[in-house]
């Protein structure tokens, strides 16, 4: 294995409801900069146990029991066993703070489970990912309109 590979597996915690279309490209920047930046093998429950196939947005509502086939509570019991299994916890809080990260960071503490707290770093994103621009991390960051820098 060189220096700059790394085989940690870190679960990454960000916020998912609210504004989830929001929210999941903040976990997107966020999963790129730990696999790009930190060089870690990102995991989170919430880029894949959330998606619905038949759901026009393809992200379960969390408000609509149409959409929940596998349930909230079942998906954070399999991310708590998985949870297990990683290398540490990374939560990522420049959105503050959800009711589930509350929820992991209190488990990690009770069991014992190493973590660390981040901001994501849209500077370095930018200089290391060309695709990557500054002015749409920010966008995410402070709320403001990025629909429009998605088609450039």
Known sequence: MSREENNEIVMIESPYS??????????QLAMLETGGIYNQ???????????HPLHKNYFVCDYN??????TRDKAINMSQRMR?????TVFY??????????????FCKDNGLPYEERKLDGTRLAEKFQFC?????DAILSGKEYIGMLEE
């Open 41 to 51: 093998l990102p995991y989170a429950s919430h880029s894949y146990m959330t998606q």
């Open 84 to 88: 297990n299994r990683c290398d540490k």
């Open 65 to 70: 029991p149409k959409w929940d086939v596998l």
């Open 93 to 106: 809080t420049d959105l503050g703070w959800s009711s589930g990260m509350k929820a992991a960071l209190q």
């Open 133 to 137: 621009r500054k002015e749409f991390s």
């Open 18 to 27: 609210g504004d989830i279309d929001r929210n999941v490209r903040y976990l």
